[in-house]
């Protein structure tokens, strides 16, 4: 009698839907490695061997029936660097704004529901909207600039609530100390909060640059598909310019899938690149 | 003024105060700089807003608010041109329902599995996996969604479909291609904001739950994912967002004929119909695809709203 009360106590009950549960999380949390792994392999695998010195280092030619990515190349730097000039800056004092200076209320909560919309709009209204309002109404017709600006709406809520965050993380004592010996209140974020913040900042930045390297629809109406050499470094603002994804599409479009592999392979990388960088910069910070 | 005949104490104040005021005034320009940075979300959302209105009423105005959105027919280019996008917005909540269905277990089950059971040196691997896949561009799963997707879906679709001579072939871009591909593309998302609320559930609940008898996995399904039940409907709302605003992922692979979204039909969602259309449109046709993008605006509003209003209370009630 002793002997089976203590057995069944000791004995585990095995539950079969236990056994079924566990064997569908396994299943589940394998299959979203393998997905990425058989992107990864499969796009590699088919992707470097279309990279050679043409593909990176010429346009795409008729007469020579070669085809390269470096007018792309370019122009999807110089996406990256106008738009972050335009957000960084405004994305900063936003989230700025948001963390030390704004008393919790009405205002704050407008501005954050807005800046949480901003994040859900769908790049294809994005680029809707940018098609009108900076193609049209502000005259910049198809052009790097017009999809430069329409980027900056986009990345805009990713900078204000990664530097938030960093903000957030400063402690509370530090601005106590610095306003306690007499620091306005400028000159505390300028020498205490946004050099502790810094790397934060960057980490928002750095996400910014894979948002824009990877974004699509909300280009091909705005910045269009050009793939020609800058002839001066400010005109090629007011030209047409199609980034890497842009020129991946058109490609695709056209069934040239040799071609689309290269660029996504270049894409895939330079993902992983960033991914790995951010990590860096997060473990850093809680450091 | 008075400064000459004040005594020194009062000049060394004056001084201060002075210094003080130029201070305050370089204060004071960085105070709006930073308010008008805050606001230029406000004021984007604003311009937004008022500009998709404006571009998509007038097509409703011209060709009827009814034949628009009630209407099955779309044929913009015909002589007698149909402007009926019923199909469309239909195919966009279907596709966007059953990419939730499909996607939304695979990514719970991952997110239970990084949060509760794997250890911590598994969960560094598989987590920045799960980061990956969020951050690889549309296009690229475009790709390889007509590449790999597309050819299997059609052998099975030869399969189903090999006695049947009314079934119009798709070559495998349909609806399932297309739903495929976005479950892929909600994945990240809903995998990683429902861990986080997964995590964020006190372990005393897992623990009382344990001292009671359940097993781990009683504990799992029965109070911890319970508890973290708000921000799994964050994820999943956050994935309908996702889903319903995916463009260039699924614009190769789901046909872009405007078909009653079966399964094996060729679809066209609301944003492949703006894309593949929009560099051709003109007129009418034009200031239609302009309303399409107007439905999508709204629909992606209204889940703003549900997210901010809704989930959010609920969510703070829990705390």
């Known amino acids: ?287 | 003024m008075e400064a000459v005949s004040t005594p020194v104490k009062d000049r060394a104040e004056s001084s201060i105060r002075s210094h003080r005021k130029s201070k305050s005034i370089i204060e004071h320009v960085m105070y709006i700089i930073f308010v008008v940075c805050a606001f230029c979300a406000v004021i984007a959302v604003g311009a937004i807003t008022i500009y998709m209105v404006i571009s998509g009423v007038p097509a409703l105005k011209t060709v009827g608010i009814a034949e628009i959105l009630f209407g099955t027919e779309w044929l913009p280019t015909a002589e007698n041109p149909q402007y009926g996008i019923l199909f469309i917005v239909l195919t966009s909540i279907v596709g966007t329902s059953l990419a939730i269905l499909i996607g939304v277990p695979i990514a719970l089950l991952a997110a239970v599995f990084l949060s509760e059971i794997a250890s911590p040196k598994v969960a560094a691997v598989v987590k920045p996996a799960v980061e990956l896949l969020a951050g690889i561009p549309s296009v690229v799963y475009g790709l390889l969604g007509i590449l790999i997707l597309k050819p299997l879906i059609y052998k099975l679709e030869l399969f189903i479909f090999q006695d049947d001579p009314t079934h119009q072939m798709t070559g495998g871009a349909n609806l399932i291609s297309a739903v495929l591909v976005l479950a892929i593309m909600i994945l990240p998302t809903v995998v990683n904001v429902s861990e986080t609320s997964l995590r964020a559930v006190p372990q005393d609940y897992r623990s009382s739950s344990l001292a009671l008898g359940a097993s781990k996995i009683q504990t799992i399904f029965k109070v911890t994912i319970p508890a973290a039940k708000s921000g799994i409907a964050t994820a999943i709302v956050l994935g309908v967002g996702r889903a319903i605003g995916e463009a260039m992922a699924i614009v190769m692979v789901a046909g872009n004929s405007v078909n009653l979204p079966a399964p094996f039909n060729s679809v066209r969602f609301l944003t492949t119909a703006i894309v593949s259309e929009m560099s051709y449109s003109e007129g009418t046709h034009r200031q239609v695809l302009f309303t399409i993008g107007l439905v999508l605006f709204v629909f992606i509003i209204i889940i703003n709203i549900i997210l901010n209003t809704v989930l959010k209370k609920g969510g703070e009630q829990r705390d």
């Not at chain 1, 936003?94 to 807005?114: D, N, S, W």
């Not at chain 1, 530090?174 to 790397?199: D, E, F, N, S, V």
């Not at chain 1, 980490?203 to 948002?211: D, K, N, P």
């Open chain 1, 1 to 287: 009698m002793t002997n089976q009360t203590a057995s069944s106590l000791t004995k585990k009950k095995t539950r079969v839907s236990d056994y079924v549960l566990l064997a569908l999380i396994y299943f589940s949390a394998f299959l979203a490695v393998a997905i990425l792994v058989g992107i990864i392999i499969y796009v590699a695998y088919k992707g470097i061997p279309s990279i050679n010195w043409t593909f990176l280092s010429s346009i795409p030619s008729y007469i020579n029936k070669t085809f390269g990515i470096l007018g792309n190349l370019i122009n999807t730097l110089y996406i990256v660097v106008i738009t972050l000039l335009i957000a960084t800056p405004v994305g900063i004092g936003a989230a700025i704004y948001l963390t030390e200076y704004a008393k919790p209320g009405k205002v704050v909560r407008v501005i954050e529901f807005t800046t949480e919309t901003l994040a859900g709009i769908p790049s294809i209204i994005y680029g809707l909207f940018g098609m009108v309002f900076f193609g049209v109404s502000l005259k910049l017709g198809f052009s790097i600039l017009c999809g430069s600006l329409t980027l900056t709406l986009m990345v805009l809520p990713t900078i204000v609530r990664t530097t938030q965050e960093a903000l957030k993380a400063v402690p509370e004592s530090y601005r106590q100390g610095a306003m306690g010996i007499g620091a306005t209140k400028w000159y505390m974020i300028r020498t205490i909060i946004l050099p502790c913040a810094l790397p934060g900042i960057v980490t928002a930045v750095i996400l910014s640059i894979g948002r824009i390297v990877g974004e699509s629809a909300a280009l091909i109406f705005t910045a269009g598909s050009g793939y020609l050499l800058p002839t001066g470094i400010f005109e090629h603002i007011f030209k047409t310019g199609g980034t890497l994804t842009v020129q991946m599409y058109l490609s695709m479009s056209n069934g040239k899938t040799e071609q689309c592999f290269g660029i996504a392979f270049l894409l895939v990388a330079f993902v992983f690149l960033i991914n790995c960088l951010t990590k860096f910069l997060t473990s850093k910070m809680k450091k």
